[in-house]
């Protein structure tokens, strides 16, 4: 039995290229999504074309059922899980004093209970198994803060903390746990800042450009095979956050 991994949200954006890459390197791919059903279907037909067969499962990672069903499902049929890729995200763009506590239980609950529920659920096999790889999708600005995304950076220096504190707690099980923090990434997520403070943020990254699904995907294939990563925040950004 070859490698197993979950990825959150795959449906769309950064999460699908990370399930076509992980599928393309010969893992038993789950896609996770919870809305976008239509895209995950595309997704697992696409691979299919290139003799690719992938999972794909619907799930609300912000609820423990759904978790829980979704690493049943998979232990049931694969056995174990080998990779887990904590990417589903939701982003909030609103004056901190207007923040209700729906958005707070929203906000928090899908971007950090969900990485902390993901990995309660899916650990036991990896210390059964003696290996592991744990990947979460942060941002830069659970890094440095943004305004008018507290929530927002809450979350994701939560989904940090997470990593480093797991890393050392699951590091003698031989378990591999980090952060990707990227930078501006050509998403759905970002398709609503207008036009002006993209090229903005392009003249102000040393690379003179933004980023795309690809060069996130590009170091989950490097972090999967490395032995001696751990805890760590590996921040893509094209050098905007240095
Ligand atoms: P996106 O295109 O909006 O995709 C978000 C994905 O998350 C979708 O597949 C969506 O699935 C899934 N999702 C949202 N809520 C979910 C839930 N409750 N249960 C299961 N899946 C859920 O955004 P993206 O840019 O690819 O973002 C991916 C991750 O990267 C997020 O964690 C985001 O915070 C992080 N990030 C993005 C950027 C950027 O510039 N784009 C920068 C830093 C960090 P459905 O549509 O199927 O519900």
Not at 76 to 103: M, Q, R
């Amino acid at each position: 039995m070859g490698r197993v991994a979950i990825v959150t949200g795959a449906s769309r954006g950064i999460g699908r290229e990370i399930a076509k890459t992980l599928a393309k390197m010969n893992i038993n791919v789950i896609g996770n999504y919870n809305q976008s059903e239509k895209e995950a279907i595309e997704l697992k037909e696409e691979l299919k074309k290139e003799n690719i067969e992938i999972d794909i499962f619907k799930a609300d990672v912000s609820k423990r059922e759904d978790v829980k069903k979704m690493v049943d499902y998979t232990i049931e049929k694969y056995g174990k899980i080998d990779i887990l890729v904590n990417n589903a995200g939701i982003d909030l763009v609103k004056e901190f004093t207007k923040v209700t506590d729906e958005d707070w239980n929203k906000i928090i609950n899908t971007n950090l209970y969900s990485a902390f529920a993901m990995s309660q659920e899916t650990i036991p096999s990896m210390i059964h198994e003696k290996s592991g790889c744990i990947i979460n999708i942060s941002s830069i600005w659970g890094l440095v803060g943004s305004s008018c995304e507290v929530l927002y950076s809450i979350s994701k220096a939560g989904v940090d903390g997470l990593t480093k504190s797991l890393a050392k707690e699951l590091g003698p099980s031989n378990i591999r746990v980090n952060s990707i923090a990227p930078g501006f990434i050509d998403t759905r997520m970002t398709e609503k800042i207008d036009a002006e403070t993209v090229e903005e943020i392009k003249r102000e990254t040393p690379l003179l450009r933004t980023g795309n699904p690809i060069d996130i995907a590009r170091c989950i294939e490097w972090l999967v095979n490395d032995e001696f990563t751990t805890g760590q925040v590996i921040s893509i950004n094209g050098g905007w956050i240095i």
